[in-house]
C-alpha cells in the first residue's frame, strides 16, 4: 500500500513564534494543480494578537538608532541571498513561475531592496528653518507609524481577504496600510480605513501601452517587447498589454513579434530553458481564457497562443494552469481586451498613423501605471513622455528601475509611491517643533 504524502502546514508568524491555526485553506501547485500546502485562514483573534505584539515591540524598536536598524536590515539581505536557491524553489514552487526567474530576479531584487534602504536610513536628512525678528528656530523629526525586526515587529498572518484582510485593515490600531493589488479591492480597503482616516499606498492595476514608432530599432525593440507582455506569464502590473504600432511597419512588425512570440516557451518550473511557466491559480487561468474568447466573439484574430497552436507538457502538468502567450489583433479600442487589466500573457497590436493620435488613444483608459516608447527620435521620446498619462514611462527599454527614485501609477492604477524619499515619507509622520530662545 502506497504511503500518503504529508502536507506541508504553514502558520502564522506572530509574537516571534510559530502559531498554528484553528483552520486551514487548501493551497494549490499552480504547475499541476494539486494540493501541496495548507495555509492558515486566519481571521480577528490572529490579527488582535498581530497587533498587540506589534504594539509591544514598538517602543524598543523604534527608539533604535538608524544604524542598528540599518545594520539588521543588512543581517536580513545577508540570510535571504545565503538561502537563496531555497527561497527561490519555494517561490516558483507557490506562484508556477519559472524557477529561473525566481532565481535571477525575484529572490535577488528582495536582497537588493533590503541592502538599498538599510544604506537609505543613514543618510535622510531633517528641515530647519530660523525667524531670527521673533527669536525662533524650527525644526522638523520624523517618527516611525511603521515596525521592523526583533519578535513582534514583523508578523505574518495568513487568510482570505474577506476575513483576515478586513480585519487588518479596518483595526483602530493600524495607522497605515500599503497594498499591492486590483481595484476592486483597494476601493474595499479605502472604504474601511476611511472611518479612521490612515494613511494609504495602493499600488494597483494597468493596462500599459507600448507605442512603437516607425524608426523604432525593431532587433532590439522586438525581443523586449515579448519579454514586457508575457514576462511571468503576464502577471505583472507592469506588464504591457496593448501594443501601438505606427501603421508603416506594422505589417513586418507584426510578422516578427509573433516569430519571436512563438519561441517563447511555455514549460514546467523546473526546466531551464522555459520562458514562462504556469498562471497562478485555476480561476485565474478560466479568466484569462475568457478575455480571448470575447475577443474572438468580437471578430478579432488571434495570430498565435490560445486556440491556435498546441502547448506541450508532461503527463504530470497536464491539470496545470499553463497557458501559452497569446497575440491579438483586429481589435477596437473600446474592447474590454483594450480596456481591462487581464494580467496574463495576453497582449493586443494595433496600428496608429500619427504621434497625436496614439497618445490620445494610449490616455484612453482609466489606468496609469506604466507605459513603453520605442523611437530613435530624442525630441520624439521627451515630448511623448511627457504627454502620457503614466506614472512610469520607459524610452527604449522595459522594467529598469532606480530605487531613489518614485514608482507608482496615476488614475486608477493607485495612490501613492514608491522609492527612498517617498518610503520613508509614507512610513513615517513629519512634526514640526518650534523653539523660542
Sequence with gaps: MAATKTLLTLENFIGGKFLPCNSYIDSYDPSTGEVYCRVPDSGKAEIEAAVEAARDAFPGWSARSPQERSQVLTQLADLLEESLEEFAQAEAKDQGKTITLARTVDIPRAVQN?????SSILHHTSECTQMEPVGCLHYTVRTPVGIGVPPGVVNIVFGTGPRVGEALVSHPEVPVIS????QPTAERITQLSAPHCKKLSLEL???NPAIIFEDANLEECIPATVRSSFANQG????????IFVQKSIYSEFLKRFVEATRKWKVGIPSDPSASMGALISKAHLEKVRSYVKKACAEG?????????DKLSLPPRNQAGYFMLPTVITGIKDESCCMKEEIFGPVTCVVPFDSEEEVIKRANNVKYGLAATVWSSNVGRVHRVAKKLQSGLVWTNCWLIREL???FGGMKSSGIGREGAK????????IKTITVKH
Design 422 to 429: 517617498d518610503s520613508y515619507d509614507f512610513f513615517t509622520e
Design 205 to 207: 492595476g494597468g493596462k
Design 300 to 308: 478579432a484574430q488571434i495570430l498565435c497562443g490560445e486556440g491556435v
Design 114 to 118: 533590503f541592502r538599498f534602504f538599510a
Design 404 to 406: 531613489n527614485l518614485p
Design 179 to 182: 497594498f499591492t493589488g486590483s
Design 235 to 242: 502577471e505583472i502590473c507592469l506588464c504591457t498589454s496593448r
